[in-house]
């Protein structure tokens, strides 16, 4: 995936992106994961990015503006989580 601007949400009933910080799976990227929020099921959509402003002007882009940070007990590569 490009852009999130390119994701077709009309499916998930409340979608929010969570931001994780070089997760194991991509050591070297910011990762910006689709999720079902009101089921809290991840998807396999996902974009990459070297650093984490390039990741928040891709989800402002695709209507993303309310910005979350990682709270205690959360998974520590969790960065932050939007919201439309």
Do not use: C, H
């Not at 979608?15 to 809290?40: F, Q, T």
């Not at 991840?42 to 990682?70: M, S, V, W, Y």
């Amino acid at each position: 995936m490009e852009s999130m601007r390119q994701v077709d949400f009309s499916d998930l009933s409340f979608p929010l992106i969570v931001v994780y910080r070089k997760p194991k799976d991509y050591p070297d990227a910011y990762v910006a994961r689709v999720w079902e929020g009101a089921r809290n099921l991840p998807t396999n959509t996902l974009i990459k990015r070297e650093t984490l402003q390039e990741i928040r002007k891709d989800l402002r882009a695709a209507g993303f503006t309310i910005r979350l940070t990682r709270t205690e007990g959360e998974d520590p590569v969790i960065a932050e989580t939007w919201l439309r």
